[in-house]
Every structure is written in C-alpha cells, then in structure tokens.
C-alpha cells in the first residue's frame, strides 16, 4: 500500500516540517488544487507547489478540482508534478485529450470522480490512465466524513481492470484513516492519500504505518 499525505491538511506556517515527514516516512506527496468553480473552495497554487517541489523527496500527486483542467496541466508539468489527476466531471468527453495531454509531459495520468459519479462512466479510459481516483468524500474539503459506498466502488472498478488487464492503480481520497485502511486494502485499493488522520494527528508517522498496516 501506497501513502500519500494530503498537503491541504499540513501547517502550512511550517510547510517544510510537514514535506519532510512525507519525505521520511511516506511514499507521495498529494497537493489539492481548487479553483472556486469546480469546488466551492480556493487552496494554493503554483507558489505553492513550486516551493513544496524544492525539498520534495517523494513524488508530487496534483488532484487537480478545477475547470479546464487542460489550461493548467503543463504549469503543474513544469512545477514539478510526477502524477496529475482530473476530475471527469471537469473534462467529460474532453477527457481523452486531457489524458494525452498530461502523458506528452511523461507523467502519470489519474482520472478522478466524486462519489455521485457512476463509475462505469470512466470505463471508457480505464485503458489509458495510470490511476483512477475515487472519491471517498465529496471534492472539496478536508475533514469531511468517509462514504461508505466506497467499497464497492472501488470493487467494481477493480474488476473492470482485471477484466480489460489493465495495470492502473486505484487510490482513495477523503476521510481515509487507520480505522478503514484495512477495508480498503481488502478491496482493492493502492494508494491511500489521508490528509487530517496524518497532519492532525500527534504523531504522524505512526499514523502513517497504520495506514499502511
Ligand atoms: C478533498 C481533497 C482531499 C483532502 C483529504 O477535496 O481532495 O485530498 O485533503 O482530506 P481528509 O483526509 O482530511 O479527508
Ligand atoms: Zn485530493
């Protein structure tokens, strides 16, 4: 299992205290970026990511929760970005390009959708993307509460994998922590991103390793 600490949830007066617990104990580094249009929430750019860039260890996850994803993919590409997301929603037929777009910076391409989304609309790019994230929570904000209907989500889109023999990833996001990282696991998942279970808590290392069980 893969852990990747959701920046969004760090303090962000000692950003670089919280990269380093990523870079010591954790395997990639998530960076939530919300325009106030696809999400009704603004979080932090390219400052930002280009900073984190600087002192990252670990590779940078962009989940990308804006309109047009494809104006921005090759800032995000240029900052630094070893994996980009997009949500389907932002993009739908679109989607296709945006993917392409992302694999002519040779970087991993992610398709992401909320937990509204029925999963079979992403079947179609199953074929062509590294990863597909499934929303556990609804995009948007930190320290909302896991959907339960995850499970099966993530079941099905694994068996669509396995169908088609597709070797992409599956990674939740949103109210991810110790108490449903084994479920999650069991059903299929790859990578974890959990921003408050890790930031909030005293000792985010042990959380980590819980994470990982
Ligand atoms: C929500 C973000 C998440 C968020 C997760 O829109 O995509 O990455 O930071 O935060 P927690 O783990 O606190 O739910
Ligand atoms: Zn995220």
């Known amino acids: ?12 007066l000692h950003l670089s205290k919280d990269v380093e617990t990523v870079n010591a104990c954790a395997d990639i580094i998530h960076l939530d970026i919300m325009d106030g249009t696809f999400v009704p929430n603004i979080s932090f750019g390219f400052p930002v990511v280009e900073a984190i860039a600087k002192i990252a260890r670990k590779p940078m996850d962009v989940h ?17 970005a070893s994996m980009i997301s997009f949500h389907y929603e932002a993009a739908l037929e679109e989607s296709d390009a945006v993917i392409d777009l992302i694999h002519s910076f040779n970087i991993k391409a992610g ?71 084994g479920k999650l696991a069991k059903a299929g998942v790859d990578i974890l991103v959990a921003g408050s279970a890790v930031f909030k808590a005293e000792d985010p290392a042990a959380v980590v390793a819980a994470l990982r069980g």
């Open 64 to 80: 990308l929760m804006i309109v047009h994803p494809e104006k921005y993919v090759e800032r995000f590409a240029k900052a630094g």
């Open 111 to 181: 398709i992401v959708i909320n937990p509204d989304c029925p999963v079979e609309k992403i079947f179609p790019y199953l074929g062509k993307v590294d990863y597909v994230l499934l929303m556990s929570v609804f995009a948007g904000f930190g320290g909302q509460k896991f959907i339960e209907t995850t499970y099966d989500r993530v079941k099905a889109v694994k068996k669509e994998l396995k169908r088609i023999g597709s070797k992409a990833l599956i990674e939740v996001d949103g109210g991810v922590s110790p108490q449903n990282a």
């Open 1 to 12: 299992m893969l852990i990747a600490p959701s920046m969004l949830a760090a303090d962000f």
